[in-house]
């Protein structure tokens, strides 16, 4: 006699987690792809799309043989200081999880969970995967246009390994912050604000595009942009829903908060260039760049705060990233830096208001895990606006504090390592000319001017005239 | 014969090319152009950042006529082209030596 | 001790509800934004896809603010006739759902439903909106290429609440229309016969687009039809597949006529142009506007008609709406009204043919919910063709008159009101030019021509050569 | 009282087994449509786009008609051998699957399952529909840009029924192969090998494309390339996650597994366009190749091997694949035959590459279901590299051979049948023009040299100046 | 000097090219044009609305040239462009009364 | 008065323009071309599939003026343009016997 799965596992739970795995794959490929791929200027769009699809498929391979462990793995016991010390909780074991016992078995945190998970190891680390894979496809905004391709290759799997796991670790996987009380939904921290600080830190060792390329390099296809972001704002509902791990009230809670939020601020940036900006024109990729700001914002809490919280965060971080994007970006060191897809505000920015929002928003009335007897009523987050105490705010000042400077440095080092043994920039020749010059492919090929080397024209008569 | 070029804005292409048939001019050539002159361009913003954009779409008409169709057809091009707004752009002329018909080898006004 | 979800929630029927929502916002962002952006002519497409995000926001933040208790809140009492009367039954309480409660509690209909539901209020919101949302973003096909865009964010709103409102609560919310027995699955109704209307009198009060765009108007870009066109049937999926509200044999019966019904329809619509046009060839875009109008069609009866039906209603409806399409277009008023991509008839027409289809086709043996007891077998509809009796035609069409009367009245008062306000047009200078003039934007900017105000090339020298 | 759906109905099951089927529709719309409608031709896109949309509608309209029990219904008994003989195990009985019953009724096949189903027939029914209609997309690749429209729709139901439902019903209906050991996980054979097969097989019937087209046939978007690829890869989570049919353990390690073949396919492509292609470079087309190489390979054991077998067989496959891409190709037949996007090497030889595979890889630890009492630890498949023993490799060997020789007979017997017809080839005088001469349409018209037929341009006054 | 415009086919253009290149000219500009005249455009169809598009796409050829090579290189364009076929294009010659090559500076035969 | 036509790198536009614009040169009309010279093209791969490209991008400036003002023109441009690489482009100058400004009808030095 057969069943189809063991008494732990619950089909709902395991079809939410992989549907929202599916959809926060989908925000990569061919999310981010497209998006990039229409907002970079012509001449860079398939190098853009193949740095996107190779940094997912690095990341995958990184995942599952070490990263994964590293980052939900059995703590690292450095053995400096006592067992809750910072460095005996700062990263997991190193160890692969591949095998049919890491796939098949039951997901188990080191630290114990809550909740026994309802589903498999494949599942939860599928889930995690998707996350580490757009990380370095966010930052990858700040680089386009000149970072030499090797060297893209060498980067990513470096700063999985030794930057993005330490932050997953710390943060998500039962680590030292996670232990003094900061929140993160679902990766307000560990992917948008690293992925800001690590694209400003690249794009800064990096160096600039070209002049030529800053002077003239507007957009290729807005229609291309329109199907990345909405496949962006939608995928996210697997994003910031799948973080409770359980298809429950919290997770759909979620969903709809993001949207709300989403919503609020891709119109608050509309509004204010249709009123403050110079042509007081709303235009369509200010309303993307809202959007994301929105998207990004409520990522850290969006299961912790209510409705009214989702839509004031939306509107407050839009308007603050807004001013930044149009004013901040005019003073040092950002007027230096070339982020060529502005990441930093997008991400960087946007994933700090949220991270800190979350400490004044959060409502003790969204339970995210539902508690009986004196657990009642369950796990939930306070912030100041409900409690009336700073110390949520604290926690997530701590968190952020750490994540941007631990992240700016990291992140530079590895930069340097990259340097020093490729290189990080394809020569002048090759930027002058493009995806032309480093791939041999161009975005959109013409026919007239080319013609095949050496083609066999076997088996078929030359037809003429028209 | 003659080369008349006219640069037009795109949307009087068909008014010009109409009047033309009327003439019973048999063929012209038309090439997609931007141009630069009284007429300002306008500026495009994407992201925040500002580009202004000097040039104005145009199309240009190649006509190869005979010597003695100039005049009228210089006045057609001109006339059917015309909306008295800024921009309404140039005709010129060109003197032309030789014109050959691909098909047939044909020269000269037989080519046209 | 910790549970994930309260025992009124099932995460099986959850996640589907949630995931059939994201399939149906991925049909509007970017399914309806790069469908419509595609079509449109060049000029117009950037000013499309904004109005297309814009509106999908604004009904978002309406939605959880006002309209999702109007259309499915506690009626509201006028008072006007008795507890039955049409006016005590026409719409609901005025009240937002955005607090913790809102999002939480298990999700409750006041009249009261055949089977409690098992999710919380955030998952049937969100399942709600995105179907309002749509809505808008479908009549805006006709309004396309003149339509202020501030007049078009005046206007989303205030056709949410006073049109769309009043529709959704008399025919889904348990409001007078449901109670005389009127069916609607999945929004022939409330979504596809009322934008078909409202687009068409909007086109009309507009005016038309400029006689020259009308006469070189052709589309942009065929390929991102077809991104739309595929995001859209497939997406339908959960538009039919999630109104029966559980995971349940109906859900995925509906999932399956939609697909015969589109195929049989855009075959039909197909072979039509090959054997009856002029030119006697098949063509994509006569193709895809027999898929929407096969997805169109079924969406009232998805879940009542068994496969028969759905072939035969895709293969019937694509027919007529194919007539009406080359021919009612040359009569007036079809002839005199600028609807922009033909709103009237692949929504309008063929929602009208999906609603009164269902009076024929329904098939009693498909069951939506299991019946126990004496409510054996369950609760299913009975069409002419099974009952031999003209009840549930004549119950539809007394819907669709209303719809029809109410929708066009509304939708032409709301319209003037805007028009008095701030205007319905942008100016003919703007009309010219389309979205460089209204949005600084254009959908494939060039770069040889354009070149960055003030661009600092801070950083790096310039390279010459190539 | 009433109840959602009969106690053998799990919603987390029939959610999973709807939403994977959804996952798979959308790989063939728009996923296929737009990734061939980028890498054809300009002039012939459009015709790509439209064959691919009614190649998927004439196989639902076919499958539920008769298909579907050819494929998975009661063997037909033709009397030919004993109970157990191939020709009394070929095929299934010809019948209809569209009334009440066949839609809500729990599904149950013929030969009994392990585990009764989780849901009804529609499910099911609708998951199937979504492999056979991607199939004849699948091979559509290879006739590109000559072959007849009339011709592809009378070839897609023919091939569907004489072909499609053979092997259908001989490896997963429970059929002869099946019977004797050979497995498929989920369409390695059925899908992937049959379709390079026939494709191969119709390149060569229907003839080259036209010498010009071949010398200047560069591709005309590679955005859209990437809409479609990542909509491919990440629908394949659904396509392999999917065969379970049931939302369990083996259905996320399967989703795992697929990724990761993927991505080691994908980089190894590209790592060796890098470092041994004549160019040295990594080419974003190449490395699209390799993705789909791993998503085939993968395919008929994603369940049956554990990561490091997903690992290996994406780098095996990959390489092989690209050696035959760029060496093989050079050599009779494969230089004789015109095929457009080289079907034969991705889906073919990777197919195959996969089928095999299997055999040495395939883990015992990966249960798929579990086994109690005597049938402990469950059902799996065992691999060379387990056991030792070559049985299940020279199993997947016979029933390769069986398809490829079966598939490449009788596709070549149909496609002379539609030949005698109506003729393969569109006539040379359409191929010199291209979708303008067969759909009267163009991939992205141009709007300055088209004028509107006897457009009406009433209620407008024409607007000038610019 | 001369200037040789040629409008022709536009998958002649490999043929022209090739042929020129045998007569040892340097270099050539190429436009891609639309062009009117008796070989008649299409019809597009669009969501049931018809389209006429009278122009057909050519390509527009430019190669300035000493005038003594003037006669071999029209009848080579004009033979390498030839298909018989209606629509087959036109040749003409403008004179040319300075030529500069940029890079040098080099003036007259010598920028050739 | 004159056609000068010029062909140059497609970057070098602003600079030329720029360039005219302080010779006060009112207007130009201008077209992107392909190139083929001495400057050799590229190679691109698509699947594996080797493509010849032996044509350049260019942009091709048309500037019709006095005939006083050619020298100072012709030396503006081909130094504006000058990357002392190969590939710089050429400039060629044609008589032009008539100049029409569409709006208003005026003729010769006052259509410019
Ligand atoms: N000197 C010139 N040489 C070549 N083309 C010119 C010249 N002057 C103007 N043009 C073309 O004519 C178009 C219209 O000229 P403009 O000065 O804008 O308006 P108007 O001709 O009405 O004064 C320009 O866009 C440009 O394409
Ligand atoms: N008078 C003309 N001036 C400029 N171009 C012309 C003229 N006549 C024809 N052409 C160009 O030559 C092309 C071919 O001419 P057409 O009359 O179609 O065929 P044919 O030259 O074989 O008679 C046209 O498409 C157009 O581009
Ligand atoms: N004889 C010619 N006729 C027309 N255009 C030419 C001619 N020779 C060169 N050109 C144009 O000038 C461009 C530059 O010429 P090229 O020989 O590549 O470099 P250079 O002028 O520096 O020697 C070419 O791409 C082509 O567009």
Known sequence: MYIPYPHWLNPGDNTWQIVAATLVGLMSLPGIAVLYGGLV??????????????????????????????????????????????????????????????????????????????????????????????????????????????????????????VYSVNAFLIWGGGFLAQKGAVDYSGGYVIHLAAGVTGFVAAWVVGPRLARDRRHGVPNNLLMVSVGAGILWLGW??????????????????????????????LTWMFMDMFFSRQKKATFLGAINGMIVGLVTITPGA??????????????????????????????????????????????????????????????????????????????????????SWHQVWEQFLAAAWVIVFTAIASFILLWIVKLLIGLREPDENLEIGDLAVHDEEAYPEETFAERVGSSVAGSSEAIGT | MKLVIAVVKPFKLDAV?????VLGIQGLTVTEVQGF????????????????????????????????????????????????????????????????????????????
Not at chain 1, 327 to 350: E, M, N, Q
């Open chain 1, 237 to 266: 509902n697997g994003f910031n829903g799948g973080d409770p791990f359980y298809a429950g009230a919290d997770a759909t809670s979620a969903v709809l908060n993001t949207n709300l939020a989403t919503a609020a601020a891709l």
């Open chain 1, 41 to 162: 200027q012509k001449k860079w769009a398939v190098n853009t799309m193949l740095m996107a699809f190779s940094g997912f498929s690095l990341v995958l391979i990184v995942w599952v043989l070490w990263a994964f462990n590293l980052s939900f793995g059995v703590p690292y016991h450095t053995g400096i200081g006592g067992d809750h010390s910072f460095f005996n909780n700062m990263i997991g074991h190193f160890h692969p999880a591949v095998s049919h016992f890491a796939e098949q078995n039951q997901e188990v945190l080191p630290e114990g969970t809550l909740i026994p998970f309802h589903y498999n190891q494949a599942t939860f680390m599928y889930f995690q995967v998707v996350f580490a894979a757009i990380t370095p496809l966010l930052f990858l905004g700040s680089v386009l246009g000149r970072m030499k391709f090797k060297a893209w290759c060498l980067f990513v799997p470096l700063w999985i390994t030794c």
């Open chain 2, 37 to 112: 002159g009284r007429q300002r361009g306008h500026t495009e913003v994407y992201r925040g950042a500002e580009y202004e954009v000097e040039f104005v779409p145009k199309v240009r008409l190649e006509i190869v006529i005979d010597d003695e169709r100039m005049p009228e057809v210089l006045d057609t091009v001109v006339a059917a082209a015309n909306t008295g707004k800024i921009g309404d752009g140039k005709v010129w002329v060109v003197p032309v030596e030789e014109v050959v018909r691909v098909r047939t080898g044909e020269r000269g006004s037989d080519a046209l």
């Open chain 1, 303 to 388: 299961g912790f705060v209510n409705g009214y919280g989702a839509i004031l965060e939306g509107l407050i971080a839009s308007a603050i990233v807004w001013v930044a994007w149009n004013y901040l970006s005019k003073v040092r060191p950002f007027s230096k830096v070339d982020d060529a897809l502005g990441v930093v505000y997008t991400h960087g920015i946007a994933g700090l208001c949220g991270c800190l929002l979350v400490g004044f928003f959060a409502d003790p009335g969204m339970i995210e895990y539902i508690g009986l007897g004196k657990a009642a009523p369950g796990f939930s987050v306070v912030g100041l606006f409900y409690s009336g």
């Open chain 2, 17 to 21: 090319k109409e009047a033309l048939k």
